[in-house]
Structures are given as C-alpha cells and as structure tokens.
C-alpha cells in the first residue's frame, strides 16, 4: 500500500478556500484516492475520490495531477463547521480490502 | 436503515471484564468493517464480514477478541477479559461491494473505557 504524509495541521480562516496537499510517491497503477473527514465523536465521513485530473462534487473538488503522485483537496469557502481531521487515502481498486487511514490533516477554521 | 448503528455509544469496564459491541450496517450492505482508534488519529484495521463470513481477520488480536455477522441480528464485536489498552474507539463501517474505490459508511462508534 503506498504510503500517504500530509500536514499535521492548519488553520484558515471563515470564507476562505483551504487546500490540503497529500503525498503518495508510491502510488500504483490500480490505486484510487480518496478523502474522508472526521468530525470529534464521529465516524469517518467520504467526501471524495478520484484517479486523475480533477473531480468536483457538492462538497470538495480533487486535483491529480499526471503522475498522480500527490493530490489537493480544495474546501471553497470554508466555515466553522469545516473544522475536523482530513484522511488521504490510498486505495487499490477491485480488492475487498480494508482502509488504511493515515494520521490526517486537522483543519481549523477561524472566525 | 440509511445508517450504520453502533450501540452501545459508550462503555466502560474493569480490567478482566466481558465488553460487547454492536453495529448494524445499512440495508443492502454485505460488507461490514470493524477497526479501533486508540488515539485521536490512528485507526486499526480488526475484521470484516461477507455477509456471515469472516473475510479478513488478520487484524484480531487472536486471544481476547471475537466478532459474528449473523442473518437477521446486528453484527458484534466482543472482547472477553479487557485490559487497559483496549480502551479506544469502535468504529464498524459498511459497504455494498466490499471493493476498495467504494464508499465504506462508518457508524457514529463505541467508545470503550476500560478502567
């Protein structure tokens, strides 16, 4: 499994985009990457996924770029309920296998 | 249901004590994944179920831990003699296929204290 390192932490302020960048310089062929969220006393939620160039949907947008060893996840205009801890994950497609969760990114978002 | 249900929310025992978890995964999921999170970040992989069939189970610690996925019954995760290091988070997870690029749908966990 390839190995993901993202910030610890960062701060933003409301209204602003944050953009959190994770590494995967081993990712392979058939890998996938995929972003979940955490808020305190919950479960991991997936915000997104994608395998290259750019996914957007209601919540997040995901750039890739060609050699797919990193990713972004963009936040546009955050708010204070934006504030949790960001998991980029790595993938393999097509196994039944479980996630293997990093440390993540605690995001928190500022008035 | 449309979410994953973990009861009990929180649980605490001594040391030595039997401590039983549930979850009950989304309608239609043949998939479930249970995995602990000791501290605020670092999740573990336990166990996961095909429907009742144990798939992966290289994450149970062998001695003390068992889990079931019967038909018609939540699943359970059960720890038989806890020690202070078990104290943690439960999460259980569930999916439709079981393939990786899949959404797995986490439930809100049980939080175990052991004292």
């Known amino acids: 499994l390839a190995k993901t390192t993202q910030p610890i932490s960062m701060d933003s302020y409301e209204g602003q985009e944050v953009n959190i960048t994770c590494s995967h310089n081993?990712?392979?062929?058939?890998?996938?990457i995929t972003w979940y969220q955490q808020f305190p006393s919950q479960g991991p939620r997936f915000i997104i996924q994608?395998?290259?160039t750019k996914v957007t949907n209601e919540v997040a947008s995901l750039f890739i770029p060609a050699d797919r060893k990193s990713s972004t996840l963009s936040l546009p205009r955050v708010s204070l309920s934006d504030t949790a801890v960001y998991y980029c994950?790595?993938?393999?497609?097509?196994?039944?296998?479980?996630?293997?969760f990093g440390s993540g990114t605690q995001l928190t978002v500022l008035p | 249901g449309e979410e994953v249900a973990q009861t009990p929310k929180h649980l605490v025992r001594g040391e030595g004590q039997k401590a039983k978890l549930y979850c009950a995964p989304i309608?239609?999921?043949?998939?479930v994944f249970w995995y602990q999170q000791v501290l605020k970040n670092e999740f573990k992989f336990l166990i996961s179920?095909?429907?009742?069939?144990?798939?992966?189970e290289t994450g149970m610690p062998k001695e003390r831990f068992s889990a079931k996925c019967l038909p018609n019954s939540p699943c359970s995760l059960e720890i038989q003699a806890t020690k202070l290091e078990d104290s943690a988070v439960y999460f259980c997870?569930?999916?439709?296929?079981?393939?990786?690029?899949?959404?797995?749908?986490f439930g809100p966990g049980t939080r175990l204290l052991v004292l």
């Open positions: 994950l790595v993938v393999p497609g097509g196994s039944a296998r479980q996630l293997t």
């Open positions: 179920f095909q429907n009742e069939n144990v798939f992966d």
């Open positions: 081993n990712i392979a062929t058939n890998d996938y």
């Open positions: 994608g395998y290259k």
């Open positions: 997870a569930s999916s439709q296929s079981g393939l990786l690029q899949e959404t797995q749908y």
């Open positions: 309608k239609g999921h043949s998939y």
